[in-house]
């Protein structure tokens, strides 16, 4: 199992990022998969969610209207579109996938969110 996270950067308040998770190693749309983030300091947060279809999302309240999760089974790969960035959401973020009662991370993109 390989998650590769990409698209992280340094972005002003106000502004965009789009995150990606390429996935391989096991089958990408029989999984649901999750975005997570840790901030210096901070516990890992689940950010959003998503189920293997892609029909059913859901989002910790701090982000939502803000952040949308989705995926393309067909390329297997999640993305994060990250709107109107804030401090607040810097932080260190990651892909998930459970198979089988095993938790599965990628490596972690940072997002850093200051003038």
């Known amino acids: 199992v390989q998650l590769v996270e990409s698209g992280g950067g340094l972005v002003q308040p106000g502004g965009s990022l789009r995150l990606s998770c390429a996935a391989s190693?096991?089958?990408?749309?029989?999984?649901?998969m999750g975005w997570y983030r840790q901030a210096p300091g901070k516990e890992r947060e689940l950010v959003a969610s998503?189920?293997?279809?892609?029909?059913?999302?859901g989002y910790v309240g701090s982000v939502k209207g803000r952040f949308t999760i989705s995926r393309d089974n067909a390329k297997n790969t999640m993305y994060l579109q990250m709107n109107n960035l804030q401090p607040g959401d810097t932080a260190v973020y990651y892909c998930?996938?459970?198979?089988?009662?095993?938790?599965?991370w990628g490596q972690g993109t940072q997002v850093t969110v200051s003038s």
């Open positions: 998930n996938t459970r198979l089988a009662r095993l938790t599965y």
């Open positions: 190693g096991f089958t990408f749309n029989s999984s649901d």
């Open positions: 998503i189920t293997n279809t892609g029909r059913s999302t």
